[in-house]
């Protein structure tokens, strides 16, 4: 038996603060097809932890329906089930209904490595690093995401882990004023509580803080200084998509979602080769 409540409910959340469609994770399940989890036994599965803000989130323009959606999957935090990947994904906060992950899910089904996506999106809009660190409202869902894929692993037999953690968050913080040293700190206390629990998954930290028009070198420099190469990587410079990448001088749009895309799909196939995931 598979299904939605199938899974146990350790966590007990409040709605996010905020106010606002964009403060919100996306819980409605109206239209979402389930997937039979049982599908991944045996199979090479790339489990990825989708965090940050609304430009990994459901605030994309695009009109891309994902082409693989029986393989390209989301993880929902909020019931532990399994759904075909398709917008708007569960678990992220909801602005214009559109996500560019399908799209990821697409090009690394496409590159041959990997047999099933499982994307695990929890990203907040508007949300700042501090909501992220250890006691913010976002911090809570990364223990989610461990958990829950876990238990889908052990409920068909398989060693499921999240496999990598894709963060892009920083536009917030530029807009707040978020010293270098302040970035750092909070960041470093999100990346202590996912080490906490077990969850050894490399962390991919993109260069993300574009907004209105323009980017943070102090909010850059922060995320440049916290790459380690042993646990923390650099993730793309999705700051480099301006123009017409962005539908509203902020948000990624067709194409660049598909150039986000394409960006984190080379940068996960590089972290193959080097051993970082498998």
Not at 74 to 86: E, P, T
Not at 175 to 184: V, Y
Not at 201 to 230: D, E, L, W
Request: some cysteine.
């Amino acid at each position: 038996m598979f299904g939605s409540g199938s899974f146990s409910d350790p966590f007990a959340f409040a709605l996010e603060p905020g106010g606002g469609i964009g403060k919100f994770s996306l819980r409605d399940k109206t239209g979402k097809v389930l997937a039979n989890p049982n599908v991944l036994q045996g199979q090479r599965v790339l489990c990825l932890g989708c965090a940050g803000q609304s430009n990994i989130a459901n605030t994309a323009q695009n009109s891309y329906a994902t082409v693989n959606p029986g393989n390209v999957l989301n993880l929902n935090i909020w019931d532990g089930a399994l759904y075909q990947g398709q917008n708007p994904f569960l678990g992220a906060s909801n602005g214009t209904g559109t996500s560019w992950l399908g799209r990821l899910g697409d090009k690394l089904i496409a590159s041959g490595q990997w047999d099933y996506v499982v994307l695990a999106t929890i990203a907040m809009g508007a949300s700042a690093i501090a909501e992220h660190a250890v006691g913010g409202p976002e911090n809570l869902k990364y223990r989610a995401a461990y958990n829950r894929m876990k238990e889908i692993g052990t409920m068909i037999g398989a060693d499921l882990n999240i496999d990598a953690w894709l963060l892009m968050q920083g536009e917030a913080d530029k807009d707040l004023g978020t010293s270098q040293a302040n970035w750092q700190a909070r960041f470093q206390s999100l990346r202590q509580s996912i080490r906490a629990r077990g969850d050894i998954a490399p962390m991919f930290v993109a260069k993300c803080t574009y907004i209105n028009g323009a980017s943070s070198p102090t909010i850059r420099a922060a995320q440049a200084a916290v790459i380690n190469s042993v646990d923390v990587f650099a993730g793309p410079d999705t700051d480099t998509l301006t123009g017409a990448n962005r539908w509203d001088t902020t948000h990624l749009g067709d194409t660049g979602g598909d150039n986000a895309a394409t960006m984190w799909r080379d940068t996960l196939i590089s972290a193959k080769t080097a051993g970082l995931i498998t």
